[in-house]
Nanobody, 119 residues
């Protein structure tokens, strides 16, 4: 099994930056893609960004393009989400997740980390 540990959330003013981290452990050889999702209060969970475990082919939802950057640290089995120019509408619980090799959906989830952006 794969285990995920997120960190880096917090409170920031609009226009500020945060970097989220997601450290993977366990059967990391089974990981195909790592993704970030978020759930705002009263809203459905939504996709934010994802990257192949090789560090290639990052993708983003339109609302975060040019503000967020996803990357992978090969040495530490960690995926980062650098979030710049944060807006109050980015406020949410952010989750990292794993799509395993041969899997059809992201099915391993972290515990979530709160990001709050004040106006």
């Amino acid at each position: 099994q794969v285990q995920l540990a997120e960190s880096g959330g917090g409170l920031v003013q609009a226009g500020g930056s945060l970097r989220l981290s997601c450290a993977a452990s366990g059967r990391t050889f089974s990981i195909y893609r790592m993704g970030w999702f978020r759930r705002a209060p009263g809203a459905e969970r939504e996709f934010v960004s994802a990257i192949e475990w090789s560090g290639e082919r990052p993708v983003y939802t339109d609302s975060v393009k040019d503000r967020f950057t996803i990357s992978r640290d090969n040495a530490n089995n960690t995926v980062y989400l650098q979030m710049n120019s944060l807006k109050p509408e980015d406020t949410a619980v952010y989750y990292c997740a794993v799509l395993r090799v041969g899997g059809a959906s992201f099915d391993v989830w972290g515990q979530g980390t709160q990001v709050t952006v004040s106006s």
